[in-house]
């Protein structure tokens, strides 16, 4: 059995993992939790461990009003933390250092109309701090593997689930209130938690190193969720494209309106190739992770 040590108390994705693997996986993986904020974690011995699963991090913020202090922070944090984390786990012993990156290393969502959809040659190009402190995390540990060290990194798009904080309660607020909804025919690459777990179970027993994309098997259209959203939590709302003039109206007013109508109906994708391996941890649909969230 192999032992996680999860550096980072009280995170979605930490609890998440913990919960899925103790269900799915108790009898390969076992884990515990070190809170990382009083500082104690330094004289916490890692050596138990054979993976160090780092989640602790500053999650996005609205990038338009961030002091400089605060912007520093995210760099002590989400990057010079997640280094040192990862330089202990090494000097300990430990053979494998999990990071969760994110698809924000590769910049904004692409706005109303257009689309962006990211390879594996694509390079990353961050577009604010956030997406900077976690890119230079990235490097930074990436950095650290050897033939005795692995590291493995994940760039997952939105994560969702039952319990999640962002932008899909935002949605589900707007699902179960709306008579009405647009129809518009963006994409995305979203994950649900589930199989996240379920893929990082899957490359801690293996323990696998590199670049990783998981994502749902089908991409996600703004106004698909919506109406299984609807359908979930019993509310009937019309999706129809003879509403769409209403987001193209909202996407040309500056500012805050424009902002919400490209965060609601951009696009940004990931080549589903990316997130094919030699292992399943799809174990749940599209439209079932929307029910299992909203029950």
């Known amino acids: 059995m192999k032992k996680v040590l999860i550096t980072g108390a009280g995170s979605y994705i930490g609890r998440s993992f913990e919960e899925y693997a103790l269900v799915h996986h108790a009898g390969a993986l076992s884990a515990d939790t070190v809170d990382m904020i009083d500082g104690s974690w330094r004289s916490r011995d890692f050596s138990p461990y054979d993976c160090v699963f780092h989640v602790a991090g500053i999650a996005h913020a609205d990038v338009g009003s961030v ?24 000097a300990e012993g430990v053979k494998q250092f999990v990071f969760m990156s994110s698809a924000i290393v590769y910049g904004d969502s692409a706005p109303y109309g257009k ?11 961050p577009a ?54 647009p129809d518009v ?3 995305r690459s979203m994950l649900y938690i589930e199989n996240l777990c379920e893929f990082l179970c899957q490359v801690m027993i293996r323990g696998e190193g ?3 994309w998981p994502q749902n098997a089908e991409y996600t259209r703004t106004s698909e969720m919506v109406k299984y959203i609807g359908e979930a939590s019993g509310h009937r709302i019309a999706v129809s494209k003879a509403w769409n003039w209403l987001a193209a109206i ?38 079932t992770s929307i029910e299992r969230t909203e029950k």
Request: hydrophobic letters at 35%; glycine letters at 8%.
């Open 250 to 287: 909202a996407s040309h007013i500056p500012g805050k309106i424009s902002g919400l109508a490209d965060k609601a109906f951009g696009s940004m994708s990931y080549d589903q190739a990316m997130s094919e391996y030699d292992f399943e941890y799809r174990v749940a649909s599209l439209k």
């Open 128 to 181: 604010n701090f956030y997406g900077d402190s976690k890119w230079q995390a990235d490097k930074g540990v990436r950095a650290l593997s050897d033939d005795t060290f692995t590291v493995t990194v994940l760039r997952p798009p939105m994560i969702y689930g039952k319990g999640c904080k962002g932008n899909y309660p935002a949605l589900a607020g707007l699902a179960k209130k709306l008579p009405v909804f």
């Open 210 to 212: 590199g670049v990783f």
């Open 115 to 125: 689309t962006k959809r990211i390879t594996r040659e694509t390079e990353p190009a």
């Open 185 to 187: 025919q963006n994409e």
């Open 67 to 90: 002091s400089e202090e605060d912007k520093k922070k995210y760099y002590a944090i989400n990057t010079d933390l997640a280094i040192e984390t990862c330089r202990k786990a090494k």
